[in-house]
């Protein structure tokens, strides 16, 4: 008797051992939503609009969909949108939504050329992707902006994100080509978007390498979020930090030359998950 009790736990052992883990990222292609490409982990969760969205907007923007810790979420509020046909769910908060604003910007963690001394967009959405690594603590995918024209200038960009748990950040490699008359380098800056009207709140150490910033959460009305976010970039070889032209986006940048990959960090928090004030996010920062 004693025997086949052993035996049995060390049956179920086995089985236990021999379970596939629970991942903990997840990064994919939405068809049934726009083209978009999703990507998150356990704490924070992004999104990147693709060519069904053109226009609507052209953006190359970070979109943040702030969350509760742990669980991954996407998928279950995509589903709510392409089985029900509810596109309003993720607007509204099931341990959270969809509250920030892209628009034409960097978001909340792209990155762009400077050409004349102002950011130039790419002229289309993300038009195709690989999956270069998946699985339960790792995912990693790589974006492809066709090429387009900018103050006489020929760029292209291949982004890469690579995604891993228990981080508040992104891992984003960036390889811009470019091409123009007497163009040897450009200025590569990655940004996030200072929504002015919700009263952004900055770090006063900001240095070369990294930007921080806090305010409310929300800028939509479909219901109104009285929490905060914060948002920060980090580029471990930048040479500068500081405004945009006209202020919309705080930007670290390096100078670079055509084919040239640039690896930065983009990340944000909800005030309603771990980090609760604008001091516990700069100093999250501060510490990368």
């Known amino acids: 008797m004693k025997r086949a009790l052993v035996l049995a736990a060390l049956l179920?052992?086995?089985?236990?051992?021999q379970a596939p883990q629970k991942p903990r990222v997840m990064a994919r292609y939405v068809p049934e939503r726009a083209d978009d490409f999703v990507f998150e982990n356990n704490l924070v969760c992004g999104r990147i609009y693709g060519q069904a969205l053109e226009g609507n907007p052209t953006s190359p923007g970070v979109d943040i969909w702030v969350k509760l810790p742990g669980a991954l979420v996407a998928n279950e509020?995509?589903?709510?949108?392409?089985?029900?046909?509810?596109?309003?769910y993720y607007h509204h908060d099931h341990g959270g939504k969809d509250c920030y604003k892209v628009a034409v910007s960097l978001g909340g963690g792209a990155s762009a050329l400077l050409v004349e001394n102002r950011i130039q967009y790419p002229a289309t959405n993300y038009r195709?992707?690989?999956i270069l690594e998946e699985?339960?603590?790792k995912v990693a995918f790589m974006l492809h902006y066709p090429e387009w024209q900018a103050e006489g200038v020929t760029i292209a960009l291949d982004k890469k994100i690579t995604v891993t748990p228990d981080t508040y950040f992104f891992k984003c490699e960036d390889t811009y080509t470019f091409n123009g008359e007497g163009v040897d380098s450009l200025w590569m800056v990655a940004g996030i978007n200072r929504h002015a009207a919700?009263?952004?709140i900055e770090t006063e150490w900001n240095g070369k390498d990294r930007y921080a910033i806090w305010e409310h959460a929300s800028d939509q009305s479909n219901e109104p979020e009285d929490g905060m976010i914060g948002v920060a970039v980090y580029m471990p070889e930048a040479e500068t930090a500081g405004m945009s032209?006209?202020?919309?986006?705080?930007i670290v940048g390096r100078q670079i030359v055509s084919g040239q990959t640039v690896t930065y960090y983009f990340g944000s928090c909800w005030s309603k998950g771990?980090?609760?004030?604008?001091n516990d996010w700069f100093e999250l920062v501060k510490s990368l």
Request: proline content about 3%.
């Open 77 to 88: 509020w995509y589903r709510h949108f392409s089985e029900e046909g509810n596109e309003s």
């Open 198 to 200: 919700l009263e952004t």
């Open 274 to 278: 771990d980090i609760k004030s604008s």
């Open 128 to 130: 195709s992707y690989e």
């Open 245 to 250: 032209k006209g202020d919309e986006h705080a």
């Open 12 to 17: 179920a052992l086995a089985a236990c051992s």
């Open 135 to 137: 699985g339960p603590e």
